[in-house]
């Protein structure tokens, strides 16, 4: 048994099976965690799709209140979530309220974000309308490093469109979201918002069942490949946010000490497991040391360690298997030749703490400047010329983010034009609003979240089409 309950048709449900959830600070248990069989989920998208039939026909003013009621509940609960946040996650404790405020700020935005319908034609023979119609249930498959507020996100443009959902945690970050399904229970009708947990198996069945009709998934790009395959049987529409291996391209007339601690954050924010996360640092040639020192002396002051603790600025990285792959990259690096800056050296420990690392001098065709690290790892890379730097950050299956630092705002906004991403910033990185569509090109996915234009992505075009009487018997 255990405090966390899957959320079907409004009610907490126990599981059979449980599994366990590890606080990757310290590797000790945090809790167990349900884990859906194919019952629970039949059971889940009956009645889905049951609360659709009057959900899909209700006003939005009734939906935003639901939503309204949620906000309170997240708001009077933000500390305890983010206390469970860090548990589950390994975020330092600030970055977890943070992350609980940020749902907030997304619910706040959207209860004003609407998609509206649109007269075509409308004369006396002709009236033509096009409507946005919900799509019934969406499965929303969500990853570990920000497992509250992507649930959020997804959550927020199913239901305000519409549709009903069903969320599926990580196996590794699961507590916040069931902890969103208890007060989903309160704050909706049942059945609108359902909580399941459990493993990779259990996504794959939502994937293909024909009582679901769309899959909104945040995770890995081969993941998401899988999904697109499994999900074809029914036609289900998809939004897929995938992986990314953002470059920042930094010219030579940038201050060094002005943009070092942006630069660092917006490589290393919870620890490096963001997915537009800066991943390979592009810096030109005549700051090319000094930018390596400065990072690696801001290095020096972060403090890594448990996120509960006083002082910590970034914990763990998430899992073993992420830790793992951080530490055959780092091997990679030693092998391929590249220059440990800093860190590279993992030393045994309780917890999956990897040192924050600084590589230069690798080739782009080395495994950590060409896959995608997701950790405290960052290739930082040399170049001369603008035009071949651009041509280096194009040259691979991801286009999430990218980047351009320099104090010549026009030069950076045409260089920004030139990145083949989603998002292409200047002076900052992934700066992700909810009033602005994110989404990635190429292989980083398919369609944005947020904004109408996310509203959307949960919706059919219907047209309505009414002509006069008059106008028939003319024709
Ligand atoms: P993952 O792909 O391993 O897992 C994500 C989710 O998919 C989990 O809930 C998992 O249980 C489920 N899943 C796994 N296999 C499945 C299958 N065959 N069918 C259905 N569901 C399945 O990703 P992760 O390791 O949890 O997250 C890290 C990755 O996510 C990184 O690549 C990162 O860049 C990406 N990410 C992207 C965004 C974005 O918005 N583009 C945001 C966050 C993370």
Known sequence: ??????????????????????????????????????????????????????????????????????????????????????????????????????????????????????????????????????????????????????????????????????????????????????FCRQAFPPGVVNVLSGGNELGQWMTSHEGIHKVSFTGSTNTGKQIMASASGNLKRLTLELGGNDAAIVLNDVDVAAVTEKLFWSAFYNAGQICAALKRLYVHEDIYEALCQALVSYAGYIKQGNGLEEGVAMGPVQNRMQFEKLCELSRSVQEEGGRFLCGGVVTAQQGYFFPITLVADLADDSRLVSEEQFGPILPILKFSDVDEVIERANNTPYGLGGSIWTNNLELGAELANRLESGSAWVNQHAAVRPDVPFGGAKQSGIGVENTELGLAEFTRVQVINVASPAAVSAN
């Open 1 to 182: 048994m255990s405090d966390f309950q899957l959320t079907i048709n409004g009610k907490g449900v126990d599981a059979e099976r449980y599994f366990e959830v590890i606080n990757p600070a310290t590797e000790t248990l945090v809790a167990q965690a349900p884990d859906a069989g194919r019952t629970q989920l039949e059971a889940t998208v009956a009645a889905a799709n049951a609360a659709f039939v009057s959900w899909g026909q209700s006003a939005r003013s009734e939906r935003n209140s639901h939503v309204q009621q949620l906000m309170g509940l997240l708001q009077k609960n933000l500390e305890s979530l983010a206390q469970l946040l860090t548990q589950e996650q390994g975020k330092p404790l600030q970055d977890a309220r943070d992350e609980v405020g940020a749902c907030l700020m997304w619910c706040e935005a959207f209860v004003h974000t609407r998609l509206t319908n649109k007269i075509l034609q409308d004369t006396p023979e002709n009236r033509i309308e096009l409507q946005h119609r919900p799509l019934g249930v969406v499965a929303a498959i969500v990853p570990w490093n920000a497992p509250l507020m992507v649930a959020v996100w997804k959550l927020l443009q199913a239901v305000l469109s519409g549709n009903t959902i069903i969320i599926k945690p990580s196996p590794y970050t699961p507590l916040t979201a069931l902890k969103l399904g208890e």
